[in-house]
T-cell receptor
């Protein structure tokens, strides 16, 4: 069975500092993709960053980077230089990359990040 | 560019009443479509997905049903709402065909449903 675990229900960070949001996963699929989404209070889900299980390098997108440790089955999101607008719920998600068209995502329970001025 | 619409944005319905939520996608053909539910303070639970017109797969047994009458239209329905149906409903789409390495899902703005 596939599962995503986010153990931090809530996090605080000071503006301009970096913060790491934890994500561990469990899967028997040999190849998979890992995603992070941001959900502001408005409710929309915003795609942030993607990491493939066979990617050699950790993914980066602007201030977002993914600390991917395959042996530990972890895919932590690092946000550098936090901004007040980063306050939101953050979800880690996974899907297998095996053949098939469904592209179903499995989500964690999320981490609520509050950036303090 | 592709856009995804959902309506209504908010809905308050009495227990036992019917439900119809609509999702439409523009700017793409034959997308995979998904309905998720998010309970308050919780993660997203996949309810239904569709890889084509009339093709619906249900992920969890429940009081809801889904239909895809047109290529880019996805409808979530119920004949009689329960209190437990309250939540935030999100529609999403992704490109069709074999899932490529990336192929992220794009989400609509959501519908907040309160059943009283």
């Amino acid at each position: 069975a596939q599962k995503i675990t986010q153990t931090q229900p809530g996090m605080f960070v000071q503006e301009k500092e970096a913060v790491t949001l934890d994500c561990t996963y469990d899967t028997s699929d040999p190849s998979y993709g890992l995603f992070w989404y941001k959900q502001p209070s408005s409710g929309e889900m915003i795609f942030l960053i993607y990491q493939g299980s066979y990617d050699q390098q950790n993914a980066t997108e602007g201030r977002y980077s993914l600390n991917f440790q395959k042996a530990r089955k972890s895919a932590n999101l690092v946000i550098s230089a936090s901004q007040l607008g980063d306050s939101a719920m953050y979800f880690c998600a996974m899907r297998p990359l095996r053949g098939g068209a469904t592209n179903k995502l499995i989500f964690g329970t999320g981490t609520l990040l509050a950036v303090q001025p | 560019s592709q856009t995804i619409h959902q309506w209504p944005a908010t809905l308050v319905q009495p227990v036992g009443s019917p439900l119809s939520l609509e999702c439409t996608v523009e700017g793409t053909s034959n997308p995979n479509l998904y309905w998720y539910r998010q309970a308050a303070g919780r993660g997203l639970q996949l309810l239904f997905y569709s890889v084509g017109i009339g093709q619906i797969s249900s992920e969890v047994p429940q009081n809801l049903s889904a239909s895809r009458p047109q290529d880019r239209q996805f409808i979530l329905s119920s004949k009689k709402l329960l209190l437990s149906d309250s939540g935030f409903y999100l529609c999403a789409w992704s490109a069709s065909g074999r899932a490529g390495p990336y192929n992220e899902q794009f989400f609509g703005p959501g519908t907040r449903l309160t059943v009283l």
